[in-house]
């Protein structure tokens, strides 16, 4: 049995006759945060939608806890512990911020259980249970995304730029969360994002798409810079 929590294997897949990935291949084992780093229109948001059934690849496998998912659709992915924080903002917001959170369980017991969980990570979230997500501000917003995601008591996130238009202060936040995430609730996370320097602070590992098609990966250590890594994404 393999220590992966996700395994992908030759992974190729698009829209129409199109492929927009190719050929990737990794592995995630539990507790680790891989940051798939790219420039945009390189398929990250597409790799991500591969794997939570969104769009079917045209060859290769998804493997998920040793289970083959590769045609498996999105609700089923979910109640497998996938969690996907998509790029696009997903909240219903003429509905609560509560009303939103417990789209993430399915029972009021599960809800008031994993409340505290949720006011560890963002005490201010709690604070607006009753307003409209749609009267939030874009950092609440994407707040209420990841605790959506959280309160799920997800195995594995699938998150695609969460700092996108957040301020300094609010992507510390978000670092510290999935840090968090990471080593006291044992989640792996499959991170893309165009951040660097928040990407190289909380990953495990990265890996570089470009073109649809893995051209460097590799440890985040010392000897992984954000100069080093730099080339790969400029302009």
């Known amino acids: 049995m393999s220590d992966a929590i996700l395994t992908l294997s030759d992974i190729t897949s698009g829209y129409g ?8 291949s990794l592995d995630i084992k539990q507790g680790e945060i891989l940051a798939v780093l790219g420039k945009n229109g390189m398929g990250k948001s597409t790799l991500l939608k591969t794997i939570m059934g969104f ?8 493997i998920l806890r040793d289970k083959d998912v590769t045609q498996t659709p999105p609700h089923m992915m979910a109640r497998s512990g996938v969690a996907h ?14 009303d939103n959170l417990r789209l993430g369980v399915n029972s009021d017991r599960l809800f008031r259980q994993r409340l505290p969980t949720i006011e560890s990570l963002f005490p201010r979230i709690l604070e607006r249970m009753k307003q ?8 609440e917003q994407k707040m209420l995304l990841m605790c959506r995601g959280l309160i799920s008591h997800p195995r594995l996130m699938l998150i695609d730029e969460i700092t996108e238009g957040l301020q300094p202060a609010m992507v510390d936040r978000m670092a510290e969360v999935l840090v968090k995430a990471r080593d006291d609730l044992g989640i792996s996370v499959l991170l ?13 590992r990265f890996m570089i798409l470009k073109l649809g098609e893995i051209v460097d990966q590799g440890v985040v250590d010392s000897q992984v810079t954000s100069d080093q890594l730099s080339a790969h994404l400029a302009v």
């Open 85 to 98: 924080i998509p790029q696009e903002n997903t909240l219903f917001p003429d509905l609560s911020v509560e």
């Open 55 to 62: 769009v079917s690849p045209f060859g290769g496998q998804v």
């Open 17 to 24: 006759s199109a492929a927009v990935v190719r050929d990737v």
């Open 132 to 139: 409209r997500a749609g009267t939030l501000s874009g950092g």
């Open 192 to 204: 893309v994002e165009q951040h660097l320097d928040f990407a190289l602070s909380i990953a495990n």
